[in-house]
């Protein structure tokens, strides 16, 4: 019956694909036949009141809002269409009424807006998959406008949106920036999805995006839209906690040359070109290219509990380690041992003792060179079919540096990424396929780093000097071994060994550290290096199809999705020799299907929609995903509530790590382990053998761990979006999650070889110490709920001010929360944020400027635990602009109370960054 079931939603998706191919077909055969003379219109948009240029307004026909224009620095448009005068064009922009203008004759126009409030009109996308306002979005969803993009207060758009409602932007390094939202804070958000163009942004081989280190540049940036909460009925699996969707802007709309130039302190140093133009007579050939390079001193985490590497301890028998050097392959080795062996066999007691030796450890600053870089280079070939229908090819190439900050800390060097995607987009219709490859560069983790540059430290350096002093001391103590030694005599060359041996560890800096580390970070064995290797790719292909239909509006969509992990055995188990005698393979596949509609009631004051996603991934069960909402609109007061499930697969590692660390094996656990041992109950059954040298087989627990399953979220949420006296904007959400099967890492011994566990084998091998400590993912029985409210205000004053402020409470239930298995919380209960923007206040000058407070936090995570302190963070920006020259000029800074601020435990204390910046952009070029 499930094979049937999945072999026809097999055949579903296939045939949802084949259908949108067909339509795009005879869409673009009826486009062809509709040919019109090329009409071009030119304007400028400007504040009715100070005629000020008003920048990145939108123009569009009223009739087809997918043809449109945007306007550049001087507030001029562009706008080429295949229709004939007379025409009528819709203008908006963000703080101002929308105008409806129509064009009869060919001269440029002049359209003064007037300023209004219109927050929460901003058209979005991303809640429903169709074009509408956030007023009447069914999800919580926030905009960052291009406007806004480009007034960031901290000089950073990535970093401001954590200045949003509910967003917490988590800080590993200055070039690895993630972001979170409702709770459950991590370094690596697994259970985030964030677009760029419509494509999945995710490393491959991570399962998560790596924040912005390889994402978008800002020049090239028309709006970020923000889901928080569940949204695997849109966006299927991973979409547990929200979704973050970047939008690029459009070469038909936004032609031209823009730079922008911008330096600060910690040889903070950024540049970006964008270069965008129609061409051909009737413009329906578009090319744009883009290009950013940055870079800048990383912040140093430096934390000497937290970010000490190698500090291990080891026992070594170094008498036993004396009498195997009289074997050496050393003559000279060989010799001098055998004779102080032999004098030892009279001595016994001058044996060198058993040591526990303790390395020193190296800081994360000797183990990185604190540097943040970042190069994104991006193409784009358009080609609009018919008014209606347009073709693309997009090409983006990422290369960072960055620190990751996971289980361990990561110095994710020169990691790339490459994406093309080909896209048929129309009024209806969109499908589109991309492939996504990564390389891991010259990454490598930096505690395996410290660890084995301390284990080759003990090795090459420590125990050679400790017994060559030690026995140095004696010859010199007994004559040259010709006397029989008393007691002083071993205490004090003890004691000299160990001073004489602890002065040899490898000290950064020094050529010889330099050599040994170099080998070290090239070396992809953990045992004896610390390089991770990762060439993974993923490849998508999904369709899209508005139906027109009269009585409701109804969209559906298919989609297909291949992983092809590649670590060459540095992190999942694809070297492994599979039954066939071949090389394993890793390579999995999702495919799904979802379908959304929507009636508007109560003349068109009540919206019921319903949406229902299906995902099947060949690993797991059919997950299903429906969202049920209402949203009631009347006048400028909306009110919505919904009911939506989410689930998030178990990553790639999850399912497929194996990693011999030595001490410890990680391994996936895609079929479960049936042959183990609590971890616990090894302990007691050797403690108290230790104790009583009594065998008691009751003391070890068995245990059958299942096969890691998809998490599971239910959210119940209520909403209410207002506007008031055309000046007052309100937002306001509360939400209650229950989750269910969170995935968590569970230890574990098992015996070696046949001997199992449950059986008298299995004692056997506990007493002979014949086992492995594992550790693999398993899912928790726990049930876990959390809660949370956000409310959102702007108030517009006019003259281009306006002031926000927005306050979020998180919560999680811990009353029943039991399980270590349970992910950290990690999310403060109170954040707040204020904001004052203006734009043209004084000629051209405009500021923007924001505090935020965020509350204390425990932090809870693989890599560590501990308190993180409340803290204040104050950015601000001033702009001014020469229209004349198409230039601007930007000065500000972040964090400008130069707050010691930790976001994550063991990552770096962040301080201030000043920065200027200048920028040029010219729509004719």
């Known amino acids: 019956m499930t094979a049937n079931l999945h072999r026809f939603f097999k055949n579903l998706v296939l045939l949802l694909l084949q259908y949108t191919s067909v339509a795009v077909l005879l869409l673009s055969l009826q486009g062809s036949d509709r040919i019109y003379a090329q009409t071009v219109l030119n304007g400028t948009v400007t504040d009715q009141i100070t005629q000020a240029p008003l920048i990145g307004a939108n123009v569009v026909l009223q009739n087809n809002r997918s043809i449109g224009a945007v306007t550049g620095i001087d507030g001029k448009f562009t706008l080429s269409v295949e229709q004939p005068l007379p025409l009528t064009v819709e203008v908006s922009y963000i703080g101002y009424d929308a105008e409806v203008v129509a064009i009869t004759g060919s001269d440029a126009v002049n359209i003064g ?33 291009l406007k806004e993009i480009k007034a960031a207060p901290s000089g950073d758009f990535y970093q401001s949106l954590g200045n949003m409602s509910g967003v917490d932007v988590i800080t590993a390094s200055q070039g690895m920036k993630v972001i979170n939202m409702r709770g459950f804070n991590t370094t690596a958000p697994v259970r985030m999805v964030q ?34 909460g569940a949204a695997s009925a849109m966006y299927g699996a991973n979409a547990f906690q929200g979704v973050v969707s970047m939008t690029s802007r459009d070469p038909y709309n936004s032609p031209g040359l823009a730079v922008a130039l911008k330096g600060g302190n910690r040889k903070y140093a950024d540049a970006q070109l964008r270069y965008a133009q129609t061409l051909g007579a009737k413009k329906k050939w578009a090319i744009k290219l883009t290009g950013a390079y940055s870079r800048i001193d990383d912040w140093e985490a430096n934390d000497p509990v937290a970010n000490t590497y ?31 062996n032999g004098w030892l066999d009279f001595n016994p007691k001058a044996n060198p003792p058993t040591l526990n030796i303790q390395a020193p450890g190296y800081l994360e600053t000797d183990l990185s060179d604190n540097k943040a870089e970042s190069l994104k280079l991006g193409a784009g070939l358009y080609y609009n079919i018919s008014d209606n229908l347009r073709a693309s090819y997009l090409y983006k190439f990422g290369k960072g540096t960055a620190v990751y900050q996971g289980s ?21 219709i969109l499908v589109k396929a991309y492939v996504t490859q990564e390389n891991a560069g010259d990454s490598y983790d930096m505690v395996f780093t410290g660890i084995n540059i301390s284990r080759a430290s003990i090795a090459d350096n420590f125990i050679p000097t400790y017994l060559e002093t030690y026995f140095n001391t004696l010859d ?3 004559n040259g071994f010709d006397q029989s030694v008393e007691n002083w005599e071993i205490d004090t060359a003890r004691q000299r060994a160990f001073t004489a041996a602890n002065a040899t560890w490898y000290q950064p800096g020094t050529p010889q550290f330099d050599s040994l580390f170099n080998k070290i970070i090239a070396d992809p064995d953990l045992n004896t290096g610390s390089r991770f290797q990762d060439k993974s790719w993923l490849a998508h292909a999904e369709a899209q199809y508005n139906f027109n239909i009269s009585f409701a509006e109804v969209i559906a969509g298919a989609f297909t999705r291949r992983y092809d992990p590649q670590s060459f055995g540095t992190i999942f188990s694809d070297t492994l020799i599979a039954e066939t005698g071949q090389y394993r393979d890793l390579s999995l596949w999702e495919y799904g299907a979802f379908l959304q509609a929507s009636k508007k009631l109560l003349k068109d004051k009540l919206k019921l929609m319903a949406s229902v996603r299906a995902d099947k991934n060949q690993n797991y069960d059919l997950q299903w ?29 999850n399912q497929y790590i194996y990693l011999n660390l030595g001490a410890i094996v990680l391994e996936g656990n895609l079929s479960g382990q049936s042959n183990a041992y609590t971890y616990q109950s090894v302990k007691d059954f050797e403690t108290y053998y230790q104790n009583t040298y009594d065998i008691d087989p009751s003391l070890l627990q068995a245990v059958t761990l299942k ?45 070696n070889g046949s001997a199992q566990a449950g059986q008298e084998s299995g004692v056997d091998a506990v007493l002979t110490g014949a086992y492995t400590l594992m550790q693999t993912p398993v899912n928790s029985a726990e049930t876990v709920n959390s809660y949370g409210a956000t409310l959102g205000a702007a108030w517009y004053f006019g003259k281009g001010l306006t002031a926000t402020a927005n306050y979020t409470y998180a919560a999680i239930d811990t009353a029943e929360v039991k399980d270590p298995l349970i992910a950290g919380f990690n999310t403060p209960a109170h954040k707040v ?31 560590g635990n501990g308190n993180l302190p409340d803290y204040w963070l104050a950015d601000a920006q001033l702009s001014y602009r020469f229209p004349k020259y198409y230039s601007a000029v930007r000065i500000g800074g972040a964090n400008l109370l130069n707050q010691k601020i930790q976001q994550a435990y063991g990552s770096p204390v962040i301080g201030t960054t000043f920065y200027v910046g200048y920028s040029f952009e010219i729509s004719k070029f």
């Open 310 to 340: 190698g500090d291990v301890s080891t026992e070594q028998n170094l008498a036993y380690i004396s009498r195997q050097l009289q074997y050496s392959d050393d003559p000279d080795v060989a010799e001098t041992f055998t004779a102080i």
């Open 476 to 478: 010199e103590l007994t």
């Open 625 to 653: 995903s429906p969202r049920l909402s209402a949203i009631f609109t009347q006048g400028n007061h909306n009110f919505r509530v919904s009911a939506q499930s989410a689930f998030r697969s178990p990553t790639l590692q």
């Open 833 to 863: 944020n204020l904001g004052l923007q203006g734009t043209d206040v004084w000629k051209n000058l405009g500021f923007a400027f924001n505090v935020k407070w965020t509350d204390n936090v425990y932090w809870e995570s693989p890599f």
């Open 195 to 228: 677009f760029i163009d419509g494509m999945d942004n995710q490393a491959p081989g991570l399962n998560f995006p790596v924040g912005n280190l390889v994402g978008a540049p800002d020049i090239d940036l028309q709006s970020v839209e923000l889901i928080s």
């Open 707 to 751: 096969p890691v399953k998809p998490e599971q979220v239910k959210t119940l949420e209520l909403g209410y979006r207002g506007i008031y006296n055309n000046a007052f904007y309100i937002d306001a959400t509360a939400y209650y999650s229950i989750y269910t099967d969170f995935i968590g890492d569970y230890r574990f011994y098992k015996p």
């Open 408 to 428: 361990n800390r990561y110095s994710v060097n020169n990691i790339t990424f490459q994406q093309h995607k080909a896209e048929i987009s129309g009024k209806r």
């Open 113 to 145: 807006l007037t300023p209004s409030v219109v927050l929460g009109k901003e058209l979005v996308v991303t809640g429903s998959r169709v074009s509408e306002t956030i007023l009447k979005s069914p999800v919580s969803i926030q905009k960052m406008t």
